[in-house]
């Protein structure tokens, strides 16, 4: 059954720490993104990796660091540099090529407290 | 300006009713245009994809691009409460990513 997982479901953190984000998928996809969304803002694109040991950052990326060490993993780390984490985290995957679909996993809630 | 707007709505339809939702936006480079379904707390689903301008439909969805004025809409048929969902609107100028309009909630009463 092929798709993306993302893990945790929920997460808290405490404010001054650091947070990763998991994400996996088994689609064999080459692409693979991270997105933040907030209420009535749409997706923001945080960072995106084309291929494995390249990724490159998007529009919101400061606060946050990603590594793509294997095709299949992309995890997100949270730093304490973010100001407003706050967020639904979402991942998602795309084969490749100019037409991008994407394929999105069930997302993360972080809450700071 | 955002590269993509959106309505937010909210649009609260009844049962069997057409909805309509639609998107504007500013990069002539966008070529590649996507309909995403979420559900609440739930991750996007990829619903309809057109490329340039045409019409696409797929069952009770009809997807439209008018590349001229720069609008694309997506209708929905004889709606059901089960299309009660947030709808996004995102594009593509066929560079790897992906812009997305806010996000229209729609609400279909029984």
């Known amino acids: 059954d092929g798709g993306i997982t993302q893990s945790p479901k929920y997460l808290f953190r405490k404010e001054g720490q650091n947070v990763t984000l998991s994400c996996e998928q088994n689609l064999n996809h080459d692409a693979m993104y991270w997105y933040r969304q907030d209420p009535g803002q749409g997706l923001r694109l945080i960072y995106y990796s084309q291929i494995v040991n390249d990724f490159q950052k998007g529009d919101i990326a400061e606060g946050y660091s990603v590594s793509r060490e294997k095709k299949e993993s992309f995890p997100l780390t949270v730093t304490s540099a973010q100001k407003n984490p706050t967020a639904f985290y979402l991942c998602?995957?795309?084969?490749?090529?100019?037409?991008?679909?994407?394929?999105f996993g069930p997302g993360t809630r972080l809450t700071v407290l | 300006q955002k590269e993509v707007e959106q309505d937010p709505g909210p649009l609260s339809v009844p049962e069997g009713a057409i909805v309509s939702l639609n998107c504007t936006y500013s990069?002539?480079?966008?070529?590649?245009f996507m309909w995403y379904r979420q559900y609440s707390r739930k991750g996007p689903e990829l619903l309809m994809y057109?490329?340039?301008?045409g019409n696409k439909e797929d069952g009770r969805f009809t997807a439209q691009v008018d590349k001229s004025s720069k609008y694309i809409s997506l209708f929905i048929r004889d709606s059901q409460p089960s299309d009660s969902a947030t709808y996004l609107c995102?594009?593509?100028?066929?560079?790897?990513?992906?812009?997305f309009g806010a996000g229209t909630t729609v609400t279909v009463r029984a």
């Open positions: 057109t490329y340039s301008s």
């Open positions: 998602a995957s795309a084969a490749g090529g100019v037409y991008n679909e994407q394929f």
């Open positions: 995102a594009m593509s100028a066929l560079d790897y990513k992906l812009s």
């Open positions: 990069n002539s480079a966008f070529q590649y």
